[in-house]
């Protein structure tokens, strides 16, 4: 039954498991499970999962291999099946979107919504980001113990689930971490926390789109600033803002870590009508709010006609997105409820819907060090299903030799 290097690759989203084909498929390897790589191994002694943090990012489908042998593949660019019902979802969702009285409702006060998200689903909600120092290295650098002083904000905070993991591995006796969301109540759950420690870590109550700074943070004085999953809670009304108010903290040579929702994740495809607020901007259904990223989109919103720089490894494949990718989190199954890191399906995006209009180019140009689409194909292989996830992943700094704005 094994295809030949000429013949094109199976159909396999309409195949069944058979027994027998999965057993040959793992009596084909000569080595013991121990001798196999640890990505590729379903021993609980050479596996993975045995890794803290979880090393995703190195698990390639190949054409030989049996898509559902395993329950995720790495960087898998999706089919065209795929394509074609997402390009079906957004014609449905365009036909019924959010109307212009819940438009004001959801827009007008988003701060309600977030503290009713952070009020219903406490800490124990949420995981760890135990992925942080593997995807953005100058974190390792900032906590090292001889490292001095070292000022990290991280905007939308929530609970502390990137600001404690940072804290925890921390020996550098001079760093502060700001963190700061725009929910009072992720900031009260923040400093319940028995972890909190007001010498290394200040929670406080900001927005980032505001015309303030964070409380205690002075222009020109952070090394990192950390957005995770939170420029999508914003409208693209407020981008200009929120990029203006980082190049302010930032010193010069300072970085962005950046990390957010690709265009054509699943988590976009699967809203259905009265959730669409404007292309590639929804309302969820605990009613907050999510933005959908296009490559092209974040260059012209970080770096205005800037170019990226990017990485290319050994074999000629594109790493300007680290190749151990941060998934390890999924918050419980909701309505909707997307806190920023579920692991659900990926896609490549610039390829489904309309553009959003480009905003003006912001005064405040970043270096756009590395910037690219991070992608993961699930399987349901009880039900034969093949889904995809795809995040944006980026560094961007402030020049050197750039004057406080």
Same mark, same amino acid.
């Given at each position: ?284 259904? #605990?009613?907050?709010? &999510?933005?959908?990223?296009? +490559? $092209?989109?974040?260059? =012209?919103?970080? /770096?205005?006609? !800037? @170019? ?24 419980? #199954?909701?309505?909707? &409820?997307?806190?920023?890191? +579920? $692991?659900?399906?990926? =896609?490549?995006? /610039?390829?489904? !819907? @309309? ?51």
């Amino acid at each position: 039954m094994a295809a030949s290097s000429q013949d094109p690759p199976p159909d396999i989203s309409s195949l069944s498991i058979n027994p027998t084909m999965e057993s040959s498929v793992q009596s084909i390897p000569l080595q013991t499970p121990t001798e196999l790589p640890s990505h590729r191994s379903h021993n609980l002694t050479n596996n993975l999962k045995r890794s803290d943090p979880f090393k995703f990012g190195s698990r390639y489908l190949e054409p030989t291999d049996d898509v559902f042998e395993f329950n995720a593949w790495d960087h898998v660019v999706p089919d065209s099946a795929y394509h074609t019902h997402c390009e079906a979802q957004y014609t449905f969702q365009r036909a019924s979107p959010v109307s212009d009285f819940d438009k004001a409702r959801f827009n007008d006060n988003p701060a309600k919504w977030w503290n009713q998200f952070y009020s219903n689903n406490t800490s124990n909600f949420f995981k760890d980001r135990k992925w942080l120092h593997q995807e953005f290295p100058i974190l390792s650098k900032l906590t090292a113990k001889d490292a001095g002083p070292s000022t990290i904000l991280e905007v939308g905070a929530g609970a502390g689930n990137t600001a404690f993991p940072i804290l925890k591995a921390n020996d550098n006796e001079e760093l502060m971490i700001h963190a700061c969301d725009f929910s009072k109540k992720a900031v009260e759950l923040i400093r319940a926390n028995a972890a909190y420690d007001p010498e290394h870590m200040q929670a406080s109550v900001w927005d980032i789109s505001s015309e303030d700074l964070p409380p205690g943070v002075r222009e020109g004085s952070v090394d990192v600033v950390l957005l995770v999953f939170i420029f999508s809670a914003l409208s693209p009304k407020q981008w200009d803002a929120a990029v203006s108010n980082v190049w302010r903290v930032l010193k010069p040579g300072g970085e962005v870590c950046f990390r957010d929702y690709g265009k054509g994740d699943l988590t976009q495809v699967r809203f259905k009508k009265g959730r669409l607020l404007e292309d590639n901007f929804y309302i969820r259904g #605990d009613g907050t709010r &999510v933005y959908f990223f296009e +490559e $092209v989109e974040l260059k =012209r919103i970080w /770096g205005g006609t !800037g @170019t990226v720089n990017r990485e290319i490894g050994a074999n000629g494949e594109d790493r300007s997105v680290s190749s151990g990718t941060a998934r390890d989190e999924q918050p419980k #199954d909701t309505d909707e &409820v997307c806190t920023g890191d +579920e $692991v659900i399906p990926d =896609r490549a995006l /610039g390829v489904f !819907g @309309t553009e959003h209009t480009p905003s003006p180019t912001p005064k405040s140009t970043f270096e756009i060090v590395s910037l690219g689409v991070d992608r993961r194909m699930l399987v349901n292989r009880q039900k034969q299903l093949k889904m995809y996830r795809c995040w944006m992943q980026g560094q961007f700094k402030k020049p050197y030799g750039t004057a406080l704005d």
